[in-house]
């Protein structure tokens, strides 16, 4: 069978210049097939399952967030995804000549190949491979429920009904993938034992849950700042995929905003490039003055310390000292926000200034919490957090790394976060999600809320006339459904 097929796979191309067009059309038919299996495969293994909204989320801002990606992700994209299937292809167009040379006179096969390669088996064919592309790799909720604009019944407008007589500042801390997985078996211990003490009253949630549409970098933001989940528009609306809004959910009210209208400051300070993603966007749509990125980094230092994502995550904070510095010098309430690129999936990029301990993906978990404990325990001493909350939490779950496995052992996952606030509200339940945070932050900073409500959110501190999605259990459903009143929070008809 093996000479047999080694001499079709010859023959097909032996002393021939111009191939038929059967050939041809057959190669370019194996070649999608194999690119949408190949595809399917490669982000199976780089992202794990995700979420529809997720992927056309991306691709709405495509090409410029291609364009401002980790280079190498992008290389490896390209090789498994595009150029790998043009040797798979020759390889299952070998083996095809080899199963027609060796069943070339069974009439059943001849009946097979005829309507494989007629074209409706061709469409077939790739409707087969996309159909196994998708349940591979993409998270569908089924349900019964009516279907109504849930995001609309489920909405509570933002109302500040008390703002504090004398405001705290606020540093948020968004850490990469930063997840609670990571002190429990089979990691080793102690990998964010830096994180145990980084306050005298913290505050932490044993269950912050991931809802869809909050499992992503830009996505996590939004829904911690806005109470909302961040859902794609190209597909359902009058905008072009990848066309690039004026503004990003002008209509709705957000962290900043809030903060904004009461006289704070807002900065925020990222490794990777601002414009990734739409993140800058958002940020100056609702009431950040300030946005530092990669480029900015660039411009202020011609050999800036950088990974393939961006600036490295200890100058980043080395950064944001200097400017803590800066907004307690202007005696003014002010919001600092800070995002790390430390743990970012699939092999992270370890810091300069920490050393390898297990030469695995570990190394830069525990980096990244030694670095946010240096960087809190510094601004106290030097006076920078008198007067300020603090939360550090993870923008996300880990997506697919290069410890999986072990995180695929620890059971149910839930994102790291630790509230630190002057406060003396306490706890009114351990279980929240992303769109609790809004909500939590500002109770906590002296601002009272109309029943603790803020967008799908509900402040997990002291007495409140609302209950978490969190708890709720068709939760996911309903806010995965399509929703004509979130269109019109981007300002659309």
């Not at 072009?240 to 959910?249: Q, V």
């Amino acid at each position: 069978m093996f000479t047999v097929g080694l001499y079709s796979c010859r023959n097909i191309f032996k002393m021939r210049i111009v191939l038929s067009w059967r050939q041809i059309n057959v190669y370019v038919l194996l070649y999608f097939l194999t690119a949408i299996i190949a595809s399917a495969g490669w982000f199976n293994r780089e992202f794990g399952q995700v979420d529809l909204d997720q992927i056309l989320y991306h691709v709405e801002m495509m090409p410029s967030s291609i364009s401002l990606s980790d280079a190498g992700f992008i290389q490896n994209a390209i090789d498994n995804c595009l150029l790998a299937p043009f040797a798979y292809a020759l390889i299952v167009m070998c083996l095809w000549a080899s199963l027609e040379h060796f069943l070339a006179s069974t009439v059943p096969f001849e009946k097979l190949k005829s309507k494989l390669l007629s074209n409706k088996g061709q469409i077939l064919l790739v409707l087969l491979a996309l159909i196994y592309a998708v349940t591979n790799n993409l998270i569908f909720h089924f349900d019964f429920l009516p279907q109504q604009d849930w995001i609309a019944s489920l909405y509570a407008s933002p109302k500040v009904l008390k703002a504090p007589n004398k405001p705290r500042n606020l540093v948020l801390i968004y850490s990469e993938s930063l997840e609670t997985s990571y002190a429990r078996k089979p990691f080793v211990e102690g990998l964010l034992s830096p994180l145990d003490h980084l306050g005298q009253r913290p505050i932490s949630f044993q269950r912050m849950s991931q809802m869809p549409g909050t499992g992503w970098t830009i996505a996590g933001i939004v829904s911690s700042q806005c109470g909302l989940p961040l859902k794609p528009l190209g597909l359902f609306s009058k905008n072009s995929i990848g066309e690039k809004l004026p503004e990003f959910l002008p209509k709705a009210i957000c962290l900043g905003d809030i903060l904004k209208q009461h006289g704070y400051e807002n900065v925020f300070l990222g490794g990777a490039y601002s414009e990734f993603s739409g993140k800058d966007l958002f940020l100056k749509t609702h009431g950040y003055t300030t946005v530092y990125g990669r480029d900015d980094w660039e411009a202020l230092n011609p050999k800036p310390k950088m990974n393939g994502w961006g600036l490295e995550d200890d100058d980043l904070f080395k950064h944001g000292l200097q400017k803590l510095s800066e907004l307690q010098a202007a005696k003014k309430p002010f919001n600092l926000t800070l995002l790390t690129v430390g743990m970012h999936f699939p092999d992270g990029f370890l810091a300069p200034s920490c050393k390898p301990i297990y030469n695995s993906f570990e190394d830069t978990v525990i980096c990244t919490s030694t670095l946010i404990e240096q960087f809190i325990q510094t601004a106290r001493q030097r006076g920078l957090l008198d007067n300020t909350d603090y939360l550090v939490m993870g923008d996300h779950l880990s997506m697919h790394n290069a410890v999986q496995d072990k995180l695929d052992k620890t059971g149910k996952r839930f994102i790291f976060n630790q509230f630190n606030s002057l406060s003396d509200l306490k706890p009114n339940r351990q279980v929240i999600d992303h769109f609790d945070i809004a909500p939590t932050l500002l109770s906590l900073l002296g601002f009272e809320l109309k029943d603790g409500q803020f967008g799908l959110g509900c402040a997990a501190v002291g007495s409140v006339q609302c209950k978490s999605l969190a708890v709720d259990p068709t939760a996911q459903n309903k806010i995965s459904k399509h929703s004509a009143f979130y269109n019109r929070l981007w300002g659309l008809p």
